[in-house]
C-alpha cells in the first residue's frame, strides 16, 4: 500500500502543479507536484531543510508561490471555503499569554462565526466536543502555556477539529510528544480517517501512524523524490545542517532487514525543535 | 469631596476613565504580540500632530488622532510586507514624530511647557469638545475591541492559522494598530503622550498574574486600568502635578502587589507531566538522605502517575513513602 503512485483523478482535495516556492531568494520547493484525493491520509517525509513544510504553507496559501495549486477543485486565488480546512502549525509559533486551552480551541470556530456576535451553542458544542476528542476536557480551563508539551499539541489539534474541516493538515503533529499522546493522536486520526476526512501531515517519523498512512510523499532539496524513493536513503540537505547527528540514523537497520524496508525507524532522540524551512 | 463638583474635575475624570478602560483593552493585544512599547512609539508620533495644530492654531485632538493613526497604518503595512527591517525604521519614525513636534511647536511659538500638558497629561486643559472627541472615540475602541475579541486574539496568538480559516489578516492588524493609536491620542490630556503606554502595559501584566484566561484578563486589565487612571487623576488634583505620573505610579504599585497572587496561581496550574502507568518501576530504593519536604509549593516539577504524585529533584522522581522517599 506504501509508497504506490495515486491513480489520476479529477476530484482531487489538494492538486498542485509544478509549485516553486523562494523565501528570501532562496529557493526551498522546486517544481513540487502533487496529488492527494479525498480520504486519503498521506504523510509528507524529508529530511530537515527538505521543505517540506515550506510546501505544506504553499499548499495552503500562507506564503507566495509560482505554479498552480487548487483545494477541492478551486484554484487557490478563488478558495474561500476556509472552514474545509483544518490546519495544525508547528507548537513553537503561538504567543499566547494567559490564555486558556479552551480560548485557544475556541478561535477554530472563528471560519464560520459572524463578528461581534457571540459563540452560539453549536460553536460551543464543537468546542467541547474537539477537547474531548483529544481527552483535554478536564483541562479546558488551564493557561495553554502551563500545559506540557504533548498537551499543548493536543489543544492545537482540537482547536483544528473544532472548525469541522474535512482536509486536515498537520505539521509535525508528532514532534517532542510523548508515547502516550503519540498514540492518542493516531486515534483521533483514525477516527478522522472513519469518517472520511482527508489527512494530510508533515512527518519526520511515521510513528504511531504507520498502520493509518495510505501514501507517503517523499520530498529531497525542495523536490518531490518519485515514487519508491526511500526516505533517508540518502542524506540529501543534511550538508547545510551543522550540528545534525548522523549517528541517530541507522541506515543499517533501516535497510537491515526492517519489516517495511522502506522507511526509518522512529529515532528516540526527537528534540521538537523547530524546522528550519 | 470639594474636587467633584468642579466642572473640569467632572471632565477630568471621566476622560481619565475612558483611557483607563481603552488603554489596557487594546494594550492586552499588543502585549500578546510582543508588541508592547508600539504604543510609545506612537505617542511620539501624535507629538507631531499636537505641533502643526499649535502652528496652524486648530484643535490638537483630531490632528494628532489623524496623524497618528495614519503612522500607525504604515507602520503595520511595512512590517508585514517585512520591509522594516527590525527596530531602526521605527526608532526614525518615532523620534522624528518627537522632533517635529518640538519643532513645529518652537515655531508657533510655544515652549515645552506648552507641550508638557500634552505629553505628561493635565487636568485643566480638557475642554467640553475634547471630552466630546475623547468619549465617541473612545466608545468605538471599546465597542471594536470587544466586539472582535475573538477574532483579534485569534490573529495576535496565531497569525497562519487564522489565515488558514479565513480571517482577514492583515485587516484585523490594521484594525488593532489603528485603535491603538486612536487610544495613545485620546489619552494625551489626561496620561499624556509619554506615559500612556504603561498604561496599555501595566494593568495588563497585572490582570495576568492574578486572573486566568484570555478574555477574563482583558476585562480585569480594563478594571485596573480605570482603578488607576480614576485615583491617579484624584491624587493628582490633591498633590498638583500632572495626572499621567501619578497614574503610572499606581498601576505599577498594583503590579508590585499582584506578584504574591501570581504565585500562589502558579502553584495552582503548574505545569504537569503525564507518565503512563507502566512506566512505574518496581524497585522500592530509598532516596538519599533527604531533609527537604516535596509539596505543591516546593518549587520541583510534579509528575503525576500511578495514582500519586512524584517531585523530579536532580533528575530524579522522588515519591513520598512513610517517612522518607523513594526513587522512582
Known amino acids: 500500500m506504501l509508497l504506490t503512485e495515486a491513480p489520476a483523478s479529477t476530484d482531487a482535495v489538494v492538486e498542485a502543479a509544478s509549485v516553486d516556492v523562494v523565501l528570501n531568494g532562496v529557493p526551498i520547493v522546486r517544481g513540487a507536484s502533487l496529488e492527494i484525493r479525498p480520504g486519503e491520509m498521506v504523510a509528507i517525509l524529508g529530511n530537515n531543510g527538505s521543505g517540506k513544510t515550506t510546501l505544506m504553507r504553499a499548499l495552503l496559501g500562507l506564503i507566495p508561490h509560482r505554479g498552480e495549486i487548487s483545494l477541492f477543485g478551486t484554484p487557490l486565488d478563488d478558495f474561500t471555503d476556509w472552514s474545509r480546512l483544518g490546519y495544525v502549525p508547528q507548537r ?3 504567543l499566547v499569554q494567559q490564555a486558556t486551552a479552551r480560548e485557544v480551541v475556541s478561535s477554530g470556530r472563528l471560519g464560520t462565526r459572524r463578528p461581534f456576535l457571540p459563540a452560539s451553542a453549536a460553536d460551543r458544542k464543537a468546542v467541547d466536543a474537539a477537547l474531548a476528542e483529544v481527552g483535554l476536557a478536564d483541562r479546558a480551563g488551564y493557561p495553554f502555556v502551563r500545559l506540557s508539551g504533548g498537551q499543548q499539541q493536543r489543544v492545537l489539534i482540537a482547536r483544528a477539529l473544532a472548525t469541522g474541516a474535512d482536509l486536515m493538515v498537520w505539521d509535525e503533529p508528532l514532534a517532542g510528544v510523548d508515547r502516550n499522546t503519540q498514540e492518542l493522536l493516531a486515534g483521533v486520526a483514525a ?13 519526520h517519523e511515521l510513528g504511531c501512524f504507520r498502520p493509518l498512512i495510505d501514501r507517503t510523499i517523499v520530498l529531497a532539496d525542495g523536490r518531490v523524490m518519485p515514487p519508491g524513493y526511500s526516505h533517508h536513503e540518502h542524506d540529501h540537505g543534511h550538508e547545510d545542517e551543522p550540528g545534525h547527528d548522523h549517528s541517530d540514523h541507522d541506515h543499517r537497520a533501516v535497510h537491515g532487514g526492517h519489516e517495511t524496508g522502506e522507511l526509518e525507524r522512529p529515532r528516540t532522540t526527537h528534540t521538537g525543535l523547530e524546522e528550519v524551512s | 469631596m ?19 478602560v481603552t488603554a489596557p483593552a487594546i494594550g492586552t493585544f499588543l502585549v500578546q ?30 490632528l494628532a488622532v489623524a ?9 503595520e503595512l511595512l512590517r508585514e510586507s517585512g520591509r522594516a527591517s527590525g527596530d531602526v525604521g521605527l526608532a526614525i ?8 513636534g518640538l519643532l513645529l511647536a518652537g515655531l508657533a511659538g510655544q515652549g515645552t511647557g506648552t507641550l508638557s500638558a500634552y505629553l505628561f497629561g493635565s487636568l485643566l486643559t480638557i475642554s467640553a469638545a475634547d471630552l466630546w472627541y475623547i468619549t465617541i472615540l473612545g466608545a468605538i475602541v471599546l465597542a471594536v475591541t470587544i466586539g472582535l475579541l475573538p477574532q483579534l486574539f485569534a490573529v495576535s496568538a496565531d497569525e497562519p492559522f487564522a489565515r488558514s480559516i479565513g480571517l482577514r489578516v492583515r485587516l484585523l492588524n490594521v484594525v488593532v494598530v489603528s485603535l491603538a493609536a486612536v487610544t495613545v491620542t485620546v489619552s494625551m490630556r489626561t496620561v499624556g503622550l509619554l506615559l ?3 498604561l496599555m502595559v501595566v494593568p495588563v501584566a497585572t490582570a495576568n498574574h492574578v486572573v486566568v484566561g484570555f478574555r477574563n484578563g482583558l476585562f480585569a486589565a480594563m478594571g485596573l486600568g480605570a482603578v488607576a487612571a480614576l485615583s491617579g487623576t484624584v491624587g493628582s488634583y490633591y498633590l498638583n502635578t500632572a495626572p499621567g505620573s501619578l497614574i503610572v505610579v499606581i498601576a505599577i504599585a498594583v503590579f508590585a502587589l499582584s506578584w504574591p497572587v501570581s504565585r500562589a496561581l502558579q502553584r495552582r496550574h503548574r505545569p504537569v507531566v503525564e507518565l503512563p502507568d507502566d512506566s512505574a518501576p518496581a524497585v522500592h530504593e530509598l532516596a538519599e538522605t533527604h531533609p527537604h519536604v516535596h509539596d505543591a509549593d516546593c518549587g520541583h516539577l510534579a ?12 533528575g530524579h522522581r522522588h515519591a513520598a513513602h512513610e517517612d522518607h522517599y523513594d526513587e522512582h
Do not use: N
Open chain 1, 92 to 94: 513553537g509559533g503561538i
Open chain 2, 196 to 198: 500612556v503606554s504603561a
Open chain 2, 303 to 314: 509528575v503525576e502517575h500511578a495514582g500519586h504524585t512524584d517531585y523530579i529533584h536532580d
Open chain 2, 2 to 20: 470639594d474636587w467633584f463638583s468642579l466642572a473640569f474635575m467632572q471632565r477630568a475624570l471621566l476622560a481619565a476613565l475612558i483611557t483607563g
Open chain 1, 191 to 203: 477516527r478522522l480517517k472513519q469518517r472520511g476526512a482527508t489527512i494530510v501531515m508533515v512527518l
Open chain 2, 33 to 62: 504580540r510582543r508588541l508592547s512599547l508600539l504604543g510609545d512609539g506612537l505617542g511620539h508620533l501624535a507629538v507631531a500632530g499636537v505641533g502643526l495644530a499649535l502652528l496652524t492654531g486648530t484643535a490638537p485632538l483630531p
Open chain 2, 93 to 100: 519614525l518615532f523620534y522624528g514624530g518627537l522632533s517635529a
Open chain 2, 67 to 75: 496623524i497618528c493613526v495614519a503612522g500607525s497604518i504604515g507602520i
